[in-house]
């Protein structure tokens, strides 16, 4: 299963874009790519997906490099409760569609 | 309401005792699983069910069990527990047939356990 890494932590100043790196070099072609925050120790909250095109919701959007080996995950206008840890993760689709979670990058927007 | 719940929140217990947690969802889904949580870690997934007659094993299942009462219950014990099984337990949900398919995982507010 191919790994992420990211950041231990990032500042961001309220009302910019934050934008949050992650770097999974070892991807193979039917990885997805999945981006979770959790906010204090509450349950972890789903914000986007994507395998090879940019995707956009009503949160974020994800930019994935043409080589998929490197991603990035934009909140373009934080807030104070953007103040959060973010995972980035990465599922084979396979027969246990198991998530493999590093440790994240701790997201703090300040005033 | 919450949509997935977890009882307890929080529980002290003492090395070698059994103790069950417990995951509820009115969410109708099918899929349900069980994660850890280590201070300044990621979750690493117990067991996952995709129906009542379906129960596997995750990364590290070793020293837990589990029952899928019905498609709405989930619950996760640990037959005799030790110290290194402190940790933060989530309980999950998925929908194939949903927005994100099986690309979104709901998640209960967890359950903090401390074994002494």
């Known amino acids: 299963d191919a790994k992420t890494t990211q950041p231990t932590s990032m500042d961001c100043a309220e009302g910019r874009a934050a934008n949050l790196p992650c770097n999974h070099s070892?991807?193979?072609?039917?990885?997805?790519v999945y981006w979770y925050r959790q906010i204090h120790s509450q349950g972890p909250q789903y914000i986007i997906h994507?395998?090879?095109?940019?995707e956009t919701n009503e949160m974020a959007s994800l930019i994935i490099t043409e080589d998929r080996k490197s991603s990035t995950l934009i909140l373009p206008h934080a807030t104070l409760r953007d103040t959060a840890v973010y995972y980035c993760?990465?599922?084979?689709?396979?027969?246990?569609?198991?998530?493999?979670w590093g440790a994240g990058t701790k997201l703090i927007i300040k005033p | 309401d919450a949509d997935v719940t977890q009882t307890p929140r929080n529980r002290i217990t003492k090395t070698g005792k059994r103790i069950m947690l417990e995951c509820s969802q009115t969410?109708?889904?099918?899929?349900m699983y069980w994660y850890r949580q280590d201070p300044g870690l990621g979750l690493r997934l117990i067991y996952y069910?995709?129906?009542?007659?379906?129960?596997n094993k995750g990364e590290i299942s070793d020293g837990y069990s589990v029952s899928r009462q019905a498609q709405a219950k989930f619950s996760l014990s640990l037959e005799s527990a030790i110290p290194n099984q402190t940790a933060l337990y989530f309980c999950?949900?998925?929908?194939?047939?949903?927005?994100?398919?099986?690309?979104?995982?709901?998640f209960g507010p967890g359950t903090r356990l401390t074994v002494t």
């Open positions: 999950a949900t998925s929908d194939p047939s949903g927005t994100h398919g099986i690309h979104e995982q709901y």
């Open positions: 969410k109708g889904h099918d899929r």
């Open positions: 069910s995709f129906d009542v007659k379906d129960i």
């Open positions: 070892t991807i193979s072609g039917n990885e997805y």
């Open positions: 994507g395998l090879k095109n940019n």
């Open positions: 993760i990465v599922r084979v689709e396979g027969s246990n569609y198991q998530l493999i």
